[in-house]
């Protein structure tokens, strides 16, 4: 089952800052969204450890999935240390796309060298897999109309942050790039008027 994404229901967070506060900016933001209504919350990422830290400290009890196009880049990687044929790799690739993780693995370990740079390497891409193996499911979550890759995320880099702030000739102060993409993710979540309303609100609110 390929599902489709409702281009007005996309709202964009960005912020210039650890990992710590971007967590709860994006937490802040499925509030907003209904997450406290949410049947299944999913958190879909690239794996990354803190974001995994962010899924367990903010969406504890989600179903977290790993994009399924950095699984296939660390896949493309493991081949290529391999020296696997192109036809070997495209057949463990169905087998990701299935979800048949610890089958990878095991025809992975299969092809290992005994020792030396290549065997250290391979193994650790390995590891991935099986660490990762139950965030990859694929074919299940596709079943259950769930989506699999984070392109929408890699378009938002771009839209919201790579369109306005890496032209060429730019340079940026950090605070000032900062401002500059609350106002870009508050346009392109048509927010923009409400987010201005909620502002003046708050200045003629007294000083606590």
């Not at 650790?124 to 392109?151: C, D, H, P, T, W």
């Amino acid at each position: 089952m390929r599902v489709r994404r409702d281009e007005n229901s996309t709202t964009y967070v960005a912020g210039i800052e650890s990992s710590t506060f971007f967590g709860e900016r994006i937490y802040a933001e499925a509030v907003v969204r209904g997450i406290e209504h949410a049947r299944r919350v999913v958190v879909l990422s690239d794996g990354a450890a803190y974001n995994k830290t962010i899924a367990q400290t903010h969406f504890h009890g989600a179903l977290h999935i790993i994009d399924l196009y950095h699984a296939r880049e660390h896949l493309t990687a493991l081949g290529v240390t391999l020296r696997l044929q192109s036809s070997r790799l495209t057949s463990w690739k169905d087998l990701l796309d299935a979800g048949e993780v610890e089958v990878l693995c095991r025809a992975a370990r299969e092809f290992l060298p005994r020792s030396g740079a290549r065997r250290l390497l391979a193994t650790k891409q390995i590891r991935y897999f099986e660490k990762n193996a139950e965030r990859m499911r694929y074919a299940a979550y596709r079943a259950q109309g769930l989506f699999v890759g984070s392109g929408v995320v890699e378009a938002g880099c771009r839209s919201v942050v790579g369109l306005r702030c890496k032209k060429p000739g730019m340079f940026w102060s950090r605070s000032g790039a900062h401002a500059i993409l609350q106002t870009r993710c508050s346009l392109l979540s048509r927010r923009y008027d409400a987010d201005w309303d909620d502002r003046a609100y708050e200045r003629t609110q007294p000083a606590a």
